[in-house]
C-alpha cells in the first residue's frame, strides 16, 4: 500500500497537467485559425461552454481583480465571465473595431458589430446556422466526458423533447410550421383578456402594500398564469409570495399541473444542468427530487391533455383554442398526409414555449418596473397614451383588435428595455465549412467551427446607431410622428442594430405573444391614478437618491443564471402611491 499516498499526490497532478496540455494545444490551434481572418485577437483560458467555469466565474474573478495591475485587470478578467458583454457595452468595439475574435481552448468566438454583417448573418441560416449543441437530451453532469471534446453535445433543452428550439433541418421546418399556426391571433386575444385580469389584480395586491420587495417574483406569477391559459386553457387567480407560501398541496390536477410548471420555471437550471435522471437519485437532498417530482408530474399532465385532444379531435369537437389545442389539432391534421409532429416533439415544443415565454418575459418586465420606477416621467408619458386611448371605459371592455396596434408607448418601454438588456442572445457557428461574410467593406473568410456572436451589448448601444444618449434606457426613443396624420409610430432602427427576438427565418415566433401581454399588463398599472417608486432605504433619502440607487442596482447587479436577468431585485423594495 505504499504507492497509495503517492497516488494521491500524482491523481490531482495527472489530472491538472492533462488540463493545462489541453488548454494550450487548444489556444494555439485556434490562434492559428484566428490569424487567418485578420482582425483583432484577445485571449482567454477557459471556454465559455464550459460547465464548472460558470458555477464559479463570478466569485472566482472578483477576487482575481482585487491584484494590482495587469494581474487583476486583462483580458481573463475582462471576458471570461458570463454577461460580460452587457457590462462592456460598445467598448471593446470602439478599441478593436466592428469585427474582433475572443480565443479560447475549445472555439474562436467571433464578436460582430456591423448592422449590415449582421442582417447577412442571420439571412444566410444554412451558411451560419445556430450551434444546437450549445444548448447541450444528455447534460453536462451526465456527459461530463464531452466537455473535453470537439463535438455537440445533446441538446439540454430537449428534456421533454425535440423542439423547434434544437431541431434543424426538414424537423425544423415542420415544428416552425407547427408553431406559427398555434401562435394565431385567437390565441393573441385570449394573453390580453388574461394580462388584463391578472395585471388588475396584482395591482391591487401591490397597492394594498407599505411596500413590494416581491415584484421580481410576482411578475413571474403572472407570466405563468397567462401561459397557463394561453398555452393550456387553464386559468388561476393572481397570487402574491406570500399567498403561495402559505398554500396547501391541491388534489385539483390542474392546480398540481400549475404547481409543477412553476416549480419547473424556477428550477429550470437545476434540470437542464443536472439533468432529470440525475435529480431523480434517492440520496439527493429533497428539494433535487422535489424538482424530478414535478417533471414527472408535468409531463404526465401533459401527456393527458394531449390524449384528451386527440379523442377530440376525432368526434369533431371543438373549443377555446390554446397553444396546445391547435399544436395538436394541426399536428393531427399533418399526420394525415404523412405529415405532422410526434408525441415526444408536441411536448418538447409545449416545454419551450414555456420556458422561453415564461422567464424572458418575466425577466423583461422586471428589468422595465425598476427602470419605470426610478423615471417618473415616463410614467406620466404612459399615463398620457392609456388615458387617450381607453378614457373612462372599464378595463374589462378594452378590446385586443381595437386597442392594442394604438398603445405604442406601452410597447416602446418593453422595446428600450430588451434594448439594453436582451434576455436570450442568438449565437451562430461555421459549422464544418469555412464561410465569407462582408465587415465594414472588407471580404473577411471566418473559419470553420467558429462561433459568432453578435455583439447585442454593443449593436444595442453603439452611439453610432442610437445617438449620444445611447446608454440611457428611453422609451421615447422608438417614437415617431407620422407624417401623414400625426399620430405616433413605432420608430424604425437602422436595420441590423435592433435584435430583440432575434431575426430571420428563425426569429422569435412567440414575438406578438410577449408584446400583447406585456403592453395590457402595462396599461392596466399605468391608466389609474398610481404611481411607482423605490422605497426610501433610510428615512431621509431623497427621491432623486432613492431613483439614482435603482439605476445602479440595475446596471451593477445584473447577470446571466440561465438567461440575463436582475440578480437581487429584492434589495430596492418599491413603493405605489397616488399621483
Known amino acids: 500500500m505504499a504507492w497509495f499516498p503517492v497516488l494521491l499526490v500524482a491523481a490531482p497532478l495527472l489530472l491538472a497537467g492533462t488540463f493545462v496540455a489541453q488548454t494550450v494545444f487548444g489556444l494555439a490551434r485556434n490562434y492559428a485559425s484566428a490569424r487567418t481572418i485578420g482582425v483583432p485577437i484577445r485571449f482567454i483560458p477557459i471556454s465559455p461552454l464550459n460547465p464548472f467555469w460558470t458555477l464559479v466565474d463570478r466569485a472566482v474573478l472578483s477576487f482575481i481583480r482585487r491584484l494590482p495591475g495587469p494581474l487583476g485587470r486583462n483580458s481573463f478578467t475582462r471576458y471570461n465571465w458570463r454577461g460580460w458583454e452587457v457590462a462592456d457595452r460598445y467598448r471593446s468595439h470602439q478599441e478593436m473595431g466592428d469585427i474582433w475574435v475572443l480565443v479560447t481552448p475549445f472555439k474562436n468566438w467571433i464578436y ?12 444566410r441560416g444554412n451558411d451560419f446556422p445556430r450551434p444546437v449543441f450549445v444548448t447541450g437530451v444528455c447534460c453536462w453532469l451526465e456527459n461530463v466526458l464531452e466537455l473535453t471534446q470537439d463535438f455537440p453535445f445533446a441538446a439540454i433543452l430537449d428534456v421533454f423533447g425535440p423542439n423547434i428550439s434544437t431541431a434543424e433541418g426538414q424537423a425544423w421546418k415542420t415544428q416552425r410550421k407547427m408553431a406559427m399556426h398555434s401562435f394565431n391571433e385567437q390565441n393573441n386575444e385570449i394573453v390580453w383578456s388574461e394580462s388584463l385580469t391578472l395585471a388588475t389584480d396584482m395591482q391591487k ?4 402594500m407599505p411596500s413590494i420587495d416581491t415584484a421580481a417574483s410576482d411578475l413571474r406569477t403572472l407570466s405563468l398564469h397567462v401561459l397557463s391559459r394561453a398555452g393550456f386553457g387553464k386559468s388561476f387567480k393572481f397570487e402574491s409570495q406570500e399567498d403561495r407560501k402559505t398554500q396547501r398541496p391541491s388534489a ?3 392546480a398540481n399541473y400549475k404547481d409543477s410548471l412553476q416549480t419547473i420555471m424556477e428550477n429550470c437550471v437545476l434540470i437542464l444542468g443536472l439533468g432529470t435522471s440525475f435529480i431523480a437519485q434517492p440520496w439527493l437532498p429533497k428539494k433535487l427530487r422535489d424538482v424530478h ?4 408530474s408535468f409531463r404526465a399532465y401533459m401527456t393527458s391533455l394531449y390524449e384528451e385532444e386527440k379523442a377530440a379531435y376525432a368526434v369533431g369537437e371543438t373549443g377555446e383554442p390554446n397553444l396546445m389545442r391547435s399544436m395538436v389539432r394541426a399536428s393531427q391534421a399533418d399526420a394525415k398526409d404523412g405529415g405532422g409532429l410526434t408525441e415526444a416533439e408536441i411536448y418538447g415544443n409545449m416545454f419551450v414555449f414555456n420556458f422561453a415565454g415564461h422567464d424572458t418575459t418575466a425577466h423583461s418586465f422586471t428589468f422595465a418596473m425598476y427602470f419605470l420606477a426610478a423615471n417618473p416621467e415616463v410614467q406620466e408619458w404612459l399615463h398620457e397614451e392609456i388615458h387617450r386611448v381607453f378614457g373612462d371605459v372599464p378595463v374589462e371592455d378594452w ?49 470553420a467551427s467558429s462561433m459568432i456572436a453578435p455583439s447585442y451589448g454593443s449593436v444595442q448601444t453603439d452611439p453610432r446607431f442610437w445617438g449620444p444618449n445611447s446608454l440611457n434606457w428611453d422609451p421615447s426613443r422608438f417614437i415617431v410622428k407620422s407624417a401623414e396624420d400625426g399620430d405616433e409610430e413605432l420608430r424604425v432602427p437602422v436595420r441590423g442594430s435592433f435584435h430583440g427576438w432575434s431575426d430571420g427565418a428563425r426569429d422569435c415566433p412567440g414575438r406578438k405573444f410577449s408584446h400583447v401581454e406585456f403592453v395590457a399588463t402595462m396599461a392596466v398599472l399605468f391608466r389609474s391614478n398610481w404611481r411607482v417608486k423605490p422605497a426610501p432605504k433610510y428615512p431621509d433619502e431623497s427621491p432623486e437618491a432613492a431613483r439614482s440607487r435603482v439605476l445602479d442596482l440595475i446596471e451593477n447587479d445584473s447577470g446571466s443564471v440561465l438567461l440575463l436577468q436582475m440578480l437581487h431585485p429584492e434589495r430596492a423594495p418599491l413603493v405605489w402611491e397616488k399621483r
Not at 395586491?205 to 394594498?208: E, G, L, N, Q
Not at 417530482?293 to 414527472?296: G, K, Q, R
Not at 469555412?434 to 465594414?440: F, I, S
Open 399 to 447: 378590446d385586443y383588435r381595437a386597442n392594442f396596434p394604438r398603445l405604442k408607448r406601452c410597447l416602446s418601454v418593453l422595446y428600450e428595455t430588451i434594448r439594453l438588456y436582451v434576455p436570450v442572445p442568438t449565437i451562430k457557428w461555421t459549422a464544418d465549412k469555412a464561410q465569407p461574410l462582408v465587415v465594414g467593406g472588407r471580404t473577411l473568410v471566418l473559419p
Open 112 to 123: 460582430l458589430n456591423d448592422p449590415d454583417a449582421l442582417n447577412s448573418l442571420f439571412r
Open 293 to 296: 417530482a414535478a417533471y414527472v
Open 205 to 208: 395586491y401591490w397597492t394594498s
Open 252 to 254: 385539483n390536477s390542474a
